[in-house]
């Protein structure tokens, strides 16, 4: 019974299995030959994003926050990835940390700098949006918009737990005080979700980064010598 | 629909262009030509890099079309596929991560592009490895052709580029709604009714002739 | 890692940012098989149940080969899942209810090329949703890709017997439908935050 059915599957297997194993080493070539170039793109485009956030930096680490706030420049080691930013001397320009949210149309990702010396927010990029084009993606193009974002106030109060103030998205060209972002006419949704997911991120990497500071700015020495 | 047994090697590779147009004639893989046309550019790239798994795929197929029994075929061309779409998406990922940022998902979702599998099942896998490299060229090429049509026309009317570069009068305000996705469903509809408009008038003209000869 | 609400998962996926008519994904049977209600809601129902499955195979494979450090197999073993979870689907629905799988018939086959499953497994990976996430992901999707193939159903019974110009039938005015369709779910927009 069971010669005819093993000689009508052998080839079957032969097929399966030969084809398998031949594409799973392909694949496998092909990963480890572009996986130098794909490291090296991703590597440049992360330090593109992180000098265009933190103004004069010329430096950067990768940093890792684990979960019981310490910070490790051990970046296998388990907790959220953050980038700490230097000048050429060495010293501490600020972190620029990455944070998404809901937008209008999908989930909106971007990457902020902080500034820890002026304790504020020194600017910020769109990772990853899918707003409409023309209107919600002004939150990416806009000159005004992006204004409110190279000086803006996120100091701590005296705990040293929470910021004094919350950031505040208001109506377009009513900001008043420096921890309030300027909407957008036309993309009231978007520029909401841009203040809404910096309130939420700062609010809790802020302490952090301002506790663990000496420990970050020690990493720009190291590298620096 | 099949033609009967073509002959010359030039044709395999015209058939797919015009006649045999993938998206235009055959109606096959919309999905990624309506998700990727919104600019030239990354409608050239997604046709390219369909091009390139078809093409290696058809060959593959028509070299081991012995070597497999009937009941695994489908299964080993899956296999085959995603092997060079895998291929194609790190490829892509090492040239230029802004690519391969705008293409997204719909570089991998090539696996299931019915256009590939349908020529590997329907052409490769009756044919030798020569022809069915130029079949999969040919129907790759008629593939990107008619993806960069809609993306040049979206990119035009939504954003006054082409390719990048701006062409229109800096005073000509973008029709914002053909790069959104409902404008690719209305691009799509506009080629296809130019098509059929053509080939009507082609059937108007030669039923005279038809009527005159019986 | 992903906090977003279960909710807002929901609305996403089958309003705000349907599959087929904001990513484009399953545009094949979209067009295919949308001429009368009843087979839409069929092939809708089907889809959905493979979706859950898959969803479940896909967030398994995704966290297995990362265990064993394997992440450029993803896409094989995708595919290879959900061909055979199709596979298995269908032979289980034949034992335990004929009058099902007569219904959804021919169905179950073509849904192991529709892009929108491969597409959801490959999404709900990159957004790193969670085991609950990825579930309310799959049952938002497939009810979008439901919703979204009833409607144009409805739609095309009607266009029957209308008097449209020679020139469009077909294909080209189920585009057109589809591209005002896609324009009114727009208005969703914004509901998810």
Not at chain 2, 96 to 104: M, P, V, W
Request: aromatic fraction near 8%; proline fraction near 4%.
């Amino acid at each position: 019974m069971n010669g005819p059915d093993s000689e009508r599957a052998w080839p079957m297997y032969r097929a399966l299995v030969g084809v398998g194993m031949a594409c799973g080493l392909l694949i496998a070539i092909v990963f480890a030959g572009t996986r130098p170039a794909i490291e090296q793109n991703r590597a440049e485009a992360l330090e593109r994003a992180v000098f265009a956030v933190l103004p004069g930096a010329e430096r950067r680490v990768t940093l890792i926050l684990t979960a019981d706030g310490r910070v490790t420049p051990d970046v296998e080691a388990p907790g959220e990835r953050f980038d700490a930013a230097f000048d050429a001397d060495g010293n501490l320009i600020g972190a620029a940390i990455e944070a998404s949210g809901m937008g209008y149309a999908d989930t909106i990702t971007l990457l902020y700098g902080y500034s820890p010396a002026s304790e504020t927010i020194t600017g910020f990029r769109v990772l990853a949006s899918r707003e409409t084009p023309g209107l919600g993606d002004k939150i990416e193009k806009d000159p005004a918009f992006l204004a409110n974002f190279e000086a803006l106030d996120v100091s701590l109060d005296e705990t040293g737990m929470s910021l004094r103030n919350a950031i505040e998205t208001v109506k377009p060209r009513a900001k008043s005080e420096p921890w309030q972002i300027d909407g957008i006419t036309g993309a009231t949704i978007s520029s909401d979700a841009v203040g809404e997911i910096l309130t939420r991120s700062t609010a809790r990497w802020v302490p952090l980064i301002v506790e663990n500071r000496d420990e970050i700015a020690a990493r720009g020495r190291d590298e620096a010598r | 629909m099949k033609p009967v047994e073509t002959t010359s090697p030039t044709d395999e590779f015209v058939k797919g262009l015009w006649r045999e147009n993938p998206v235009f004639v055959q109606v096959l893989g919309m999905c990624p030509v309506l998700a990727v046309s919104n600019t030239a550019i990354n409608a050239l790239a997604m046709g390219l890099a369909t091009t390139f798994v078809m093409c290696m795929s058809n060959t593959l197929v028509a070299v081991l079309r012995h070597a497999i029994p009937r009941q695994v075929r489908i299964a080993t061309y899956i296999l085959i596929i995603a092997t060079f779409v895998t291929v194609v998406d790190y490829t892509i990922e090492a040239i230029s991560l802004d690519l391969h940022r705008a293409l997204g998902a719909f570089i991998s979702l090539i696996v299931v592009n019915c256009l590939i599998l349908g020529r590997a099942e329907a052409f490769a896998s009756r044919h030798g490895a020569g022809i069915a490299m130029l079949d999969g060229l040919g129907m790759g090429a008629g593939f990107t052709l008619a993806l960069v049509c809609l993306g040049g026309v979206r990119e035009l009317l939504g954003s006054g580029s082409l390719f990048g570069v701006a062409v229109l009068p800096a005073g000509f305000e973008p029709w914002i709604v053909m790069i959104l996705p409902g404008g690719g469903f209305f691009t799509l509809a506009a080629w296809l009714l130019l098509i059929n408009y053509l080939k009507q008038r082609r059937q108007a003209d030669a039923e005279p002739v038809r009527e005159a000869l019986q | 890692m992903n906090e977003q609400s279960l909710w807002s998962i929901f609305v996403n996926a089958a309003l705000v940012n349907n599959f087929v008519l904001a990513y484009f994904l399953g545009i094949c049977p979209f067009l295919g098989v949308s001429a009368k209600i009843g087979t839409a809601t069929r092939m809708g129902g089907a889809v959905m149940f493979v979706m859950l499955v898959s969803s479940v195979c896909a967030y398994g494979i995704h966290h297995l080969l990362i265990a064993i450090g394997a992440p450029f197999l993803e896409l094989i073993a995708f595919i290879a899942v959900i061909a055979s979870a199709v596979q298995l689907v269908e032979m289980f629905i034949k034992k335990m209810s004929p009058a099902l799988f007569r219904a959804l018939g021919i169905f179950l086959p073509l849904i192991t090329t529709n892009c929108a499953i491969l597409g959801l497994a490959l999404f709900q990976t990159n957004k790193g949703y969670g085991f609950g996430q990825a579930i309310v992901y799959a049952f938002g999707a497939g009810a979008g890709f439901t919703l979204a193939l009833i409607l144009m159903a409805g739609i095309r019974e009607k266009l029957e017997f209308a008097d449209t110009p020679q020139v469009v039938r077909g294909t080209a005015i189920a585009l057109i439908v589809a591209g005002i369709l896609s324009l009114s779910f727009m208005g969703f927009a914004g509901l998810g935050a």
